[in-house]
Nanobody
Framework: QVQLVESGGGLVQAGGSLRLSCAASGRTFSSYTMGWYRQAPGKEREFVARIISVGITYYADSVKGRFTISRDNAKNTMYLQMNSLKPEDTAIYYC??????WGQGTQVTVSS
């Protein structure tokens, strides 16, 4: 059974930074594509960033240049460094492991 636990969310002012973490269970963490998604109130869940096993990364246009996804395979942990945060980044952020495992989410609120 795969378990994903997010942490690091909170309340921050516009222009500030947060770093989210996703701790994963399992011994084959390094083999899987990992990603971050978010869901704002009244909106559908959307893709934020993805990192494949060899470290190649992909980003949504809305966060490109501001967010950085990374992973530490030795710690079975994935990160999302979020800089220059905007009020429109406010959402619940979810960790995802391929093919379809999800964490419980962590709230990020950016005040203007």
């Amino acid at each position: 059974q795969v378990q994903l636990v997010e942490s690091g969310g909170g309340l921050v002012q516009a222009g500030g930074s947060l770093r989210l973490s996703c701790a994963a269970s399992g011994r084959t963490f390094s083999s899987y594509t990992m990603g971050w998604y978010r869901q704002a109130p009244g909106k559908e869940r959307e893709f934020v960033a993805r990192i494949i096993s060899v470290g190649i990364t992909y980003y949504a246009d809305s966060v490109k240049g501001r967010f950085t996804i990374s992973r530490d395979n030795a710690k079975n942990t994935m990160y999302l460094q979020m800089n220059s945060l905007k009020p429109e980044d406010t959402a619940i952020y979810y960790c995802n492991r391929a093919p379809n495992y999800w964490g419980q989410g962590t709230q990020v609120t950016v005040s203007s």
